[in-house]
């Protein structure tokens, strides 16, 4: 097929896929083949979801009021259209809980992504982000392409360093060059911004992987297809039987066992954000997964599509 636009075709292979010496989700890992697929050069950006919107008249998740019976027990003020947006304290204070630096924020969505007096009138090259899971799938529908799965974009961001600890090679910031756009500092109160943003940051801002993809580590997360599961399967046996375009777990198994009344699923989102810091977060790799449910948005989180051969 001829090359779409802005895209890159990645060849496929067999790589190893996860990592047993970071966080216990990453592990085991396991050797999985996935075929060749195209994959967006960049994530897509406030100036093509603006495309997309105008020509959908779409309705992201984050500009819907919430539908009370999804959340049993919510508090009734708090069931408005809005989003996760990060608002740093001015001290020092313990990593253990988010809520310190997450504000659930009335009228900030992928136009106004820091809150209703902010705009994307400076950043449309920048990742869109306040994107739920349902809105990366319509865009992807209507352009015609999908969304990855993680296998995919695992092996996508590797660049063909397969067993490499960045997508760049083995150091954070060889010869003291930054390779992507995340925390310098102590999270979450000092942003010292020493490779130039404190946010998001234009697409490209940074060196391509080995593949020639942007952004592939840090600025935003990104959203898989995958259904989130705790740990990756226990390798094959034998090399005969090493996965091939593997999926992830199930809708039931995604569920948060934290929270057992509420029934919305988790999918996987990879790739760390500006928001990944030595000291809090060290998921600026490209073993690094997260879960996230699909009716959560945040000021962090954006995509990418693929398109299957």
């Keep these: 097929m001829a090359a779409p636009d802005n895209m890159l075709h990645i060849p496929g292979g067999t790589f190893v896929m996860g990592s047993d010496r970071h966080y216990p989700e990453e592990a085991p890992a396991h050797p999985v083949t996935v075929d060749a697929f195209w994959m967006d050069v960049a994530p897509v950006t406030n100036r093509q979801f603006l495309e997309f919107v105008n020509a959908t008249g779409h309705v992201t998740v984050a500009e ?12 009734k003020r708090m069931l408005r259209a809005g989003s996760l947006v990060f608002d740093p304290p001015d001290h020092a204070v313990p990593t253990d809980d988010m809520t310190r630096w997450w504000t659930f924020t009335f009228g900030a969505t992928w136009r106004r992504p820091y809150g209703r007096k902010s705009s994307i009138g400076t950043r449309l090259d920048h990742p869109v982000v306040h994107v739920a899971y349902a809105d990366a ?43 992507a756009n995340i925390w310098q500092g102590m999270f979450p109160h000092q942003n010292l911004a020493a490779d130039g943003f404190e946010r998001t940051s234009p697409v490209g801002s940074f060196p391509l992987n080995g593949y020639g993809l942007a952004d592939m580590i840090g600025n935003v997360w990104e ?9 990756h399967p226990e390798p094959a046996g034998s090399p005969c039987c090493t996965p091939k375009n593997p999926r992830g777990g199930t809708e039931v198994g995604s569920f948060d066992p934290r929270q057992p009344a509420i029934r919305i ?7 760390g954000s500006h928001l990944c810091a030595p000291n809090y977060c060290r998921r600026y790799r490209p073993s690094a997964r997260h879960n996230q449910p699909e009716d959560t948005s945040m000021s962090h989180l954006g995509f990418r599509c693929v398109i299957r051969k």
């Excluded at 819907?64 to 508090?75: Q, S, V």
Aim: proline fraction near 6%.
């Design 137 to 179: 799938r319509a865009y992807a529908a209507w352009a015609g392409k999908e969304l990855p799965t993680e296998a995919e974009w695992e092996f996508a961001a590797r660049g063909g360093l397969d067993g490499a600890e960045f997508a760049w090679g083995d150091e954070l910031t060889p010869s003291g060059r930054h390779m």
């Design 223 to 231: 959203w898989t297809d995958d259904f989130w599961s705790s740990r």
């Design 64 to 75: 819907k009021a919430p539908d009370a019976k999804n959340y049993p027990g919510a508090e």
């Design 265 to 271: 699923a988790r999918r996987v989102v990879k790739g």
